[in-house]
């Protein structure tokens, strides 16, 4: 019965999408906005990479939004795992000297890909939120190959993500004052094109938010490994 | 070019349809892990580089470890 019911839904929205979709004609653009951010996107904000103007300058409103529900979901987990009872330690075996050698040697340039790619988020592919997570992939790397050897000191992690969090939000209260007022507008020089310091807030706000998603997912790292 | 992307597109499908039908949820993670590393070869190959790096980094390493850590956990053979 259960069964029958749920193909007759199943016919029912089938029907209501192939209605709906009856006077869309297919193979052609029917976004508007898309050719405006193709055509004018390098002139109005002087970013060499198009996804990154649309992320960091015509909705960086969205941009703070996601980076908000990120900050919440850690804190929603580190709520959930701090409540758990620690566990007796168990007999873990150190890892082989060439395995905790090769992690320690690996860590440094993980890292220096990571501020690589979110520093060029302007100019080549990647942004926040790509280096962020390479950052944390290279602590995440440091927990598998030296276990419980080091460990992430927690009030520069804190500090760090405050700071990424706080530099956003202030040059979007800057964009109130100056430029065309309005919040997260790009007020600063736009520069020369293609070059390391352009694209005004652009790379700034990159930059910020690299700091604070590599904090926030190391910070989910560190807590996930510590109750294991 | 064709024949790269449908080749992949069918591995895709093999890992995702044994993910669903593994017992041992370890190979289960993996063969999720699979269905992301080939989504980010994808990206790359469909021109959109920006996603293939958060699709690789994200998809394929830090939320395989977040599952393998939760699999370590708790049990590792479903009933």
Not at chain 1, 46 to 71: C, K, M, P, Q
Not at chain 2, 14 to 34: Q, T
Request: one cysteine or more.
């Amino acid at each position: 019965m259960r069964k029958i019911i749920g193909i007759i839904l199943l016919i029912i929205i089938a029907w209501g999408i192939i209605i709906s979709l009856q006077n869309v004609p297919f193979g052609t653009s029917r976004s508007e906005v898309a050719d405006r951010y193709i055509n004018k996107g390098v002139e109005e904000t002087g970013a060499a990479n198009i996804v990154t103007s649309v992320v960091v300058n015509y909705r960086s409103l969205d941009t703070l939004g996601e980076v908000t529900i990120l900050f919440l979901a850690a804190i929603g987990l580190g709520a959930v795992l701090a409540t758990t009872i620690r566990k007796e330690d168990r007999d873990t075996e150190k890892a082989s000297l060439i395995l905790s050698t090769g992690c320690k040697f690996l860590f440094p340039f993980i890292l220096l890909f990571g501020a690589y790619i979110f520093i060029h988020g302007h100019l080549t592919p990647g942004g926040g939120f790509q280096g962020g997570a390479i950052i944390a992939s290279a602590f995440l790397l440091m927990y598998l190959g030296c276990h419980n050897e080091k460990r992430i000191n927690e009030t520069g992690i804190i500090i760090s993500e405050s700071l990424g969090g706080l530099v956003f939000v202030i040059i979007g209260l800057i964009g109130l004052a100056v430029g065309t007022h309005h919040f997260l507008n790009n007020f600063m020089p736009k520069g020369e094109f293609n070059t390391l310091l352009s694209a005004g807030i652009i790379p700034i706000i990159y930059i910020a938010i690299g700091f604070k998603v590599g904090s926030e997912l190391s910070r989910i790292i560190d807590q996930l490994m510590e109750e294991s | 070019m064709i024949f790269i992307v449908s080749f992949l597109v069918i591995a895709m499908l093999a890992a995702a349809i044994s993910a669903y039908f593994f017992k041992d949820l370890l190979s289960a993670v993996i063969a999720s892990y699979m269905v992301s590393l080939i989504a980010a070869v994808l990206f790359y190959l469909l021109q959109a580089p920006d996603v293939a790096i958060a699709e690789a980094s994200i998809g394929a390493a830090l939320v395989t470890a977040v599952f393998v850590i939760a699999i370590r956990r708790t049990r590792r053979h479903e009933e």
